[in-house]
């Protein structure tokens, strides 16, 4: 079974021991005390070192990485031989320790003490301790990646091989992934960097030895390392295994996205066996299908589908359409999906459910059905991505479509796409929305939002239409969901208007994206409180 363990940079032996008391509290199971910048010189390290494991309160794992490992410690090799030396022939020595390849292989001193101080086939008597025989490098993936291993293997004395390396892209933890589930003897196989989240959270899927969690955010002791609380409470630690299906929301940059931690909450409201990732995949469509082929490939992964963002909503149509799967007909005319399902069979389906989360935020307030949208005027500001999913959506059920658009020739090219016999659009100048007499305005512009929520794109909202629209009330609908009360609301509030936030739509493309995968009613009240609550962080 992995193991979770929490691993220190040891400040003092009081630091010590108040952060491993704290993992032991928040489920850690084993502790990694990193030495390098433990105080004091010999005696006093090797002493203090004793008591910290002495009086730790989980099991531990003894490291002090040298500067030339990618660590702190610049002290000579005598000096982490002592530390070593006397925590392991102590009376409560550490359940292991943690030593590079390369210092073992190129020093005959360290290869000699290890073979005292660990259990191995040729040990005289019982040590109590396991060496952890590691490579690190913070540059990128080792070319002798292989050679490393073979090495670390090879080696009576290792009871556990350990490699990290700066993830290139995420599939660098696919191969981490090989590499557990090929090697005999326990291993540890982690990716660095924003690419490597995969391979921290999966490695109990894989069957590592264990992975990695820092403490607080900010103390990570390796770069991507997840805290604990988020490896427990976002990334579903405690339910993972090795049938667990993956699933994720793709994009570049990806910043704080909400999906995860809205997703993980409905696969545990709902006891579904799956784990939703951020999956940043470089722009252009070459790194997205590189990626996402290798995702597909590997069958023990279980990935499982994908939300889709910029910059690869139309790189996911190609990519369905070249590998013969099923492109849903409305994304294929919008030009764009936001959703990839794999199905049991293991095709394809590439679908849109940003323009049915639009209407239905907009009729579900009403308490209407799409088709009473047929001859209703209705204003869409913006003439990007989401514009063009809810005019698409809106054409289809027979509205009359005006796009206001700061480039007007980007609006005129929307419209003449959409517009049919079934359903008129037409562009506008944006400098005419304040003379508008639609009865419904959608904000599809980022006007509003965060960090720029004193902006709105309707400046005269309150006289020009407040009183414009005869019996019914205006309908006002701000696609932006940060903050999820815009001033471009709160102005419509104020003039009597009815009001919809981008967190419906949000939430209800989410919902339906969970439907299509999980087959299960998605919680849509808890993803409206994760949204809100992650929002007012
Ligand atoms: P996009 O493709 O970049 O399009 C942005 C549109 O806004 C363009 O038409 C652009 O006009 C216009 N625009 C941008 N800045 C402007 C400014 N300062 N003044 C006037 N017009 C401006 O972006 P998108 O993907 O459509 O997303 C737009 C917004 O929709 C996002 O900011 C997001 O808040 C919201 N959204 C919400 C959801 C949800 O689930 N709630 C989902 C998707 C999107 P030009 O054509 O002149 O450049």
Request: proline share 7%.
């Amino acid at each position: 079974m992995t193991r979770l363990a929490v691993s220190i940079l040891v400040q003092s032996l009081e630091h010590g021991l108040c952060a491993a008391a704290r993992a032991a509290e928040l489920g850690a199971e084993l502790v990694e005390f990193r030495l390098d910048h433990f105080p004091g010189k010999v005696p006093q390290a090797p002493a203090q070192a004793m008591a910290l494991v002495r009086r730790a309160p989980l099991p531990c794992i003894i490291s002090c990485r040298p500067t030339w490992e990618g660590g702190h410690f610049a002290g000579d090799e005598a000096e982490r031989l002592a530390i070593f030396d006397a925590v392991c022939q102590s009376s409560n020595p550490p359940a292991y320790i943690d030593i590079e390849l390369a210092a073992y292989q190129r020093s005959s001193p360290w290869r000699r003490h290890v073979a005292r101080w660990v259990d191995h086939p040729g040990s005289p008597r019982p040590a109590g301790t396991g060496l952890i025989l590691s490579s690190h490098d913070f540059h990128g993936r080792p070319v002798d990646l292989y050679q490393r291993l073979e090495a670390i293997a090879a080696t009576t004395e290792c009871r556990a091989i350990k490699v990290v390396w700066q993830a290139r892209s995420l599939r660098d933890n696919l191969e981490a992934f090989e590499i557990i589930s090929q090697r005999h003897k326990p291993t540890i196989a982690l990716c660095m960097g924003e690419f490597g989240l995969l391979s921290r959270v999966l490695a109990k899927k894989f069957g590592a030895l264990l992975t990695f969690a820092a403490l607080d955010a900010g103390r990570e002791t390796a770069p991507g390392q997840p805290t604990i609380e988020q490896l427990k409470s976002l990334y579903r630690w405690d339910h993972l295994n090795a049938q667990t299906h993956v699933y994720g929301v793709i994009g570049h940059p990806l910043g704080h996205s909400m999906s995860p931690a809205i997703h993980n909450a409905g696969f545990d409201h709902t006891g579904y066996n799956g784990v939703y990732f951020p999956l940043p995949i470089a722009p252009e469509y070459e790194p997205f299908k590189a990626t996402v082929a290798t995702l597909l490939a590997m069958p023990e992964l279980h990935f499982r589908g994908a939300s889709v963002t910029i910059p690869h909503k139309e790189n996911l149509l190609r990519f369905v359409g070249e590998c013969g799967g099923e492109i849903e007909p409305l994304a294929q005319r919008i030009g764009a999906a936001n959703t990839l399902t794999v199905r049991e069979d293991g095709s394809l389906y590439a679908s849109n459910t940003d323009y049915a989360a639009a209407l239905d935020a907009i009729c579900e307030p009403l308490d209407i059905a799409r088709e009473a949208l047929r001859g209703r005027r209705v204003a869409v500001i913006g003439a990007g991505g989401a514009a063009r999913a809810m005019v698409a959506g809106l054409a289809a059920y027979g509205a009359t479509v005006v796009i206001y658009n700061r480039t007007l020739d980007k609006a005129a090219a929307l419209a003449e796409q959409f517009n049919s016999a079934e359903a008129k659009v037409v562009p506008a100048p944006l400098e005419k929305l304040c003379d508008s007499c639609c009865e419904v305005f959608i904000n599809c512009t980022p006007i509003g939002m965060h960090p720029r929520v004193d902006n709105t794109p309707i400046p005269r909202f309150p006289t020009a239409h407040g009183k414009s629209s005869g019996t019914s009330r205006p309908v006002v609908f701000d696609t932006i969901y940060n903050p999820p009360v815009t001033r471009l609301l709160r102005e419509a509030q104020a003039a009597g208007c009815v009001t919809i936030s981008g967190v419906e739509m949000f939430v209800r493309q989410a919902a339906a994206q969970f439907e299509q995968w999980t087959h299960q009613p998605a919680p849509r009240a808890l993803f409206r409180q994760v949204l809100r609550q992650r929002l007012a962080q």
